[in-house]
């Protein structure tokens, strides 16, 4: 027998079981709902307003949608494949319910610009919403950073030793990868904000709508220019995937680093039991879990940058079947993003510093040596590459003798320089090294200080 669906019309046969299993969204964009009957009220009024259908059809219409959504909020709505999407799951209930007047609702649209419609609606939510998570984040790091102006940390390269700096201005670092992502978040929220509604299939509608009405409605500040562009845009989609990328990569290098540096061999770092999971076999262990799956989350949300941008390569304009696959990667990257903001926001929020430790590894992996070879410099104006060459005998030496460089004694240093240059005391002390570091941008503490001053000032001038 066949069964009857919005379109089935001219078909005499059903589609079989496997074709409706193909077919079906029904399972990811229910999501879509408080969009999906948003954008059906702003169409149904904008009918009414142009007379294109009675005030009274357009009031029971909208009287109707108010019902479904109800039904769909107290989980009273049955979903079924057979019925493949939620826009023709709401339209079917809302004729159920209001009778004749529910299929004059889809007059002058299609479920192209339907189903765009209800993902930017979607997706400006909830980019508008992570906005303020992100913020959050940042104010997090802005702390940290307050509270540790002047804590002793170790800068790398290489993984690998190379120069004391400031613990904040570690963490400054961080902050303006993230504060990068916020202006993307904007960019990604004003493209965004535009309106297919009225599209309709993707040449526009025969009746004489009001697209801008439409989109007022619904909160656009503006429409797409072009029907045909407008079923068939995704850029906005790629943006946000494009900002979660890059978010997820940022977190992921903060991660990494809170992971190595909480390891017994570093101790750096302290994770809180809030944010760390035991082993069910070792009894003695605290894993840094949530932040291994937040490192791990970057994986997934490229896959769903590519799956897109795959799926998008070689199709021809407008609207294609292939398009509904865009909300599995889109909602799911929305997930994540959500997950590692307030993951991340959370354990630094359960974190602790050892600086102690940090000092001991600054002294084994001779982080003065840089110091040293400009003081040389300065003092006794020999060229950079001859004090480089002087500080290596005293780098070797120690190494040899198991010694770190403020062990060093007078006599140690005229032997192995021949007696030609002494060194000041202050030089080989750990804490006097940032404070040697000069121009904008460094980890003087001074430098910190105004670095502070402008990440602050770049949150104020927000919204
Ligand atoms: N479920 C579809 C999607 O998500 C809605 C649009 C279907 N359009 C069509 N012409 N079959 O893309």
Redesign the pocket.
């Known amino acids: 027998m066949k069964q009857e669906t919005l379109w089935s019309g001219r078909f005499t046969e059903s589609a079989s079981n496997i074709a409706q299993r193909i077919s079906e ?1 029904i399972s990811y ?1 229910r999501y879509l709902f408080e969009q999906d009957i948003a954008a059906s009220k702003a169409h149904a009024r904008m009918l009414g307003e142009q007379k294109i259908i009675t005030p009274s059809q357009a009031e029971n219409i909208l009287r109707g949608l108010d019902l479904v959504a109800e039904e769909i909020r107290n989980g009273k709505m049955e979903f079924h494949i057979e019925l ?2 939620i ?1 023709t799951h709401i339209e079917r209930r809302l004729t159920e319910l209001i009778g004749e007047d529910g299929k004059r609702l889809h007059t002058g649209r ?3 610009d ?2 765009a419609t209800d993902t930017h609606l979607y997706l400006l939510e909830k980019a508008r919403a992570q906005r303020e998570l992100l913020l959050q984040l940042l104010h997090r790091l802005l702390a940290l950073a307050e509270q540790h102006l002047t804590t002793l940390w170790a800068g790398y390269t290489h993984t690998q030793i190379a120069q004391p700096v400031l613990l904040s201005h570690w963490i400054l670092s961080y902050f303006w990868q993230f504060r990068r992502d916020l202006d993307l978040l904007d960019f990604v929220i004003t493209e965004t904000d535009r309106s297919p509604l009225g599209a309709a ?1 993707m040449g526009g509608a025969n009746y004489p709508i009001d697209r801008d009405q439409a989109a007022a409605f619904l909160g656009f500040s503006r429409i797409y220019e072009n029907s045909m562009d407008a079923v068939a845009n995704r850029d906005y989609q790629m943006n946000y995937h494009f900002f979660a990328v890059r978010l997820a990569l940022h977190a992921s290098r903060l991660c990494e680093d809170l992971i190595l540096y909480s390891s017994a061999e570093f101790g750096y770092v302290k994770m809180g039991d809030a944010v760390t999971t035991g082993s069910s076999i070792m009894p003695q262990k605290k894993n840094p879990d949530i932040a291994e799956l937040l490192r791990g989350k970057s994986g997934r949300i490229i896959g769903n940058f590519n799956a897109l941008m795959i799926n998008l390569k070689g199709l021809p304009s407008t ?1 294609n ?1 292939d ?2 696959e865009d ?1 599995v990667y889109l909602f799911d990257s929305i997930v994540q993003v959500e997950q590692i903001i307030c993951g991340l926001t959370e354990i630094l929020n359960h974190i602790s510093f050892s600086p102690r430790n940090v000092k001991e590894n600054l002294e084994r992996g001779f982080a003065q040596a840089t110091d040293i070879a400009d003081y040389l410099v300065a003092t006794y104006g020999l060229a950079f590459r001859e004090a480089h060459e002087y500080v290596a005998r005293l780098v070797l030496y120690c190494e040899r003798h198991g010694k770190t460089l403020s062990m060093l004694t007078k006599e140690e240093i005229d032997k192995l320089w021949e007696g030609k240059y002494s060194l000041a005391a202050d030089i080989l002390i750990l804490e006097s090294s940032p404070m040697r570091r000069q121009g904008k941008g460094s980890t003087n503490p001074n430098e910190v200080k105004k670095q502070l001053g402008k990440a602050h000032e770049s949150l104020q001038d927000l919204l």
């Open positions: 969204s964009d493949e999407d826009h299609s479920r192209n339907q189903v299939a609207y079947r398009l509904q909300k």
